[in-house]
């Protein structure tokens, strides 16, 4: 089985047999199936990170408007953004157990939500072999702010009396959006993240 080895720039055999490719190598390889065909790969890039699926041509560049087949986003863009979405809920805790809804509410609208999901969706989408459970993170990520939402409407709404029981539900959702959030951002290889870091400092120091 051939699999795209993340941080790597030379294929080699892993064990186990597998023979783990290196971005560099997947590209000339697409570059040369691709001159053969006589469509030419765009050299434009929206990433930098050297060996890591993070960069796209630009969208509909191969295959007549039809899509690169990359990734539009990639780590260097959506980890810093999911972990933005676990950084965000202690204060959100905080909000709630002083009653302070309207931050809550606003955190988990629908408009922010379908955005939590694209953010998810796409993360998932380059998460390779673990891809399938970072969708399901992402299912529970959205059925638990589905119920926040409709709990914060009903208090601010006057349906349901603030403080407990309804403080308690809601700090209960935020640990579980809390637990989701971690246990995604544990799918991701240590070599991405440490080179997701070089990245956004080489990007503070210009």
Not at 101 to 117: D, I, T, Y
Not at 161 to 166: C, E, L
Not at 181 to 190: F, K, R
């Amino acid at each position: 089985m051939v699999r795209v080895g993340l941080g790597l720039t030379r294929g080699h055999m892993a064990a186990g047999g597998q023979y783990l490719v290196g971005r560099r190598d997947l590209s000339a390889g697409l570059a040369l199936v691709l001159g053969a065909a006589g469509v030419s790969l765009p050299t434009a890039a929206h990433g930098y990170v050297e060996g890591l699926p993070l960069y796209a041509p630009s969208s509909g560049s191969l295959g007549g408007g039809v899509g690169s087949g990359f990734p539009d986003k990639g780590f260097e863009t959506l980890l810093p953004q999911v972990e933005a979405m676990k950084a965000n809920i202690p204060a959100l805790r905080e909000a709630v157990a002083r009653e302070d809804w309207a931050p809550v509410a606003a955190a988990f609208s629908a408009e922010a939500s379908l955005q939590a999901g694209r953010v998810l969706g796409d993360y998932a989408g380059i998460l390779g072999d673990e891809a399938y459970t970072a969708i399901g993170l992402k299912a529970q990520f959205l059925a638990s702010s589905k119920k926040l939402a409709a709990l914060v409407l009903a208090v601010s709404s006057g349906g349901r009396p603030s403080g407990d029981p309804s403080t308690s539900e809601a700090l209960a959702q935020l640990s579980s959006l809390n637990r989701i959030l971690e246990e995604l951002l544990a799918l991701t290889p240590p070599v991405v993240v440490e080179q997701v870091r070089t990245y956004e400092k080489r990007l503070a120091a210009q």
